[in-house]
């Protein structure tokens, strides 16, 4: 079991350490110029899957029509209520919808309230129009265990349902305990979330908005959203405006 329980500002100490460059070994398999610090950064202030991230994507994983990862040119900067943020455009890639769709991040811009900031903007702004991650979520997942090596997240109970053949009617789902697990990529959407709510303090229509969660997952039903529509990313921008210690 990890020594640690990960938190935002242990996170963020962890990533602001983790090298410019390395080399991402596996046996006999090795990537070389790997950007951790700037790759990890990315997931933790979008909030984004491994896989809306990189843009090497295994055959059989690949739908038609959509490209992988972010790029260069899905970053840019604009002003808000006095100050500028850097406004991200990222892929939403879910497993139960064969088609994707997009969703845009806000994060300030001055390392004063997002130190963080600096890193992210250089990557992009290096790539231009290609794309920022040309690596497989393979070796980004191993890069952020070797990042968060020594520290895990809790996973709160919830109900796990076996899946199904077709025409055969859902099983009741099978209680699963709190636990704790290892740092991995993907704790990196829990730790930005649990952020926003205590860090920040956006409200759960924010960080739908942040997240685009829809509202079914939110507990909302869905025709309230005919009259309590989700704005863009001025509806939390200005609460990012807080200094981390």
Known sequence: MSEFLATPELVRRRIAEAPESETITLGDWKVK???????????????????EIVSIVAPDEQREGIIYGVRGTD?????????????????????????????VVAVPRSSKYEPLA???????????D????????????IA???AFSGLSYYIHPYLHFPPKAEGEEK??????????????IHALRHIREQELEDHYHLEDRQI?????W???????????????????WHMYAQKLLKKHS
């Open 75 to 103: 970053l840019k900067v604009e002003p808000y209520e006095g100050n500028k943020y850097l406004i991200i455009k990222v892929t939403v890639l879910k497993k139960r919808l064969m088609m994707a769709s997009s969703r």
């Open 171 to 184: 099983k009741p789902g099978r209680e699963v305990r709190g636990h704790p697990r290892p740092m991995a």
């Open 214 to 232: 829809s509202n079914t997952y939110m507990g909302v039903p869905e025709t309230m959203g005919r009259y309590r529509a989700i704005r863009d």
């Open 208 to 212: 739908q908005t942040f997240f685009k």
């Open 130 to 141: 290609g794309p920022v991650f040309d690596y497989t979520r393979q070796t980004l997942s």
């Open 144 to 146: 952020a265990r070797q």
């Open 118 to 128: 600096p890193t992210v903007e250089k990557a992009f702004k290096d790539k231009k």
């Open 33 to 51: 110029n790997f950007p951790t610090r700037a790759a990890l950064a990315t997931a933790l202030l979008t909030g984004c899957r491994a896989k």
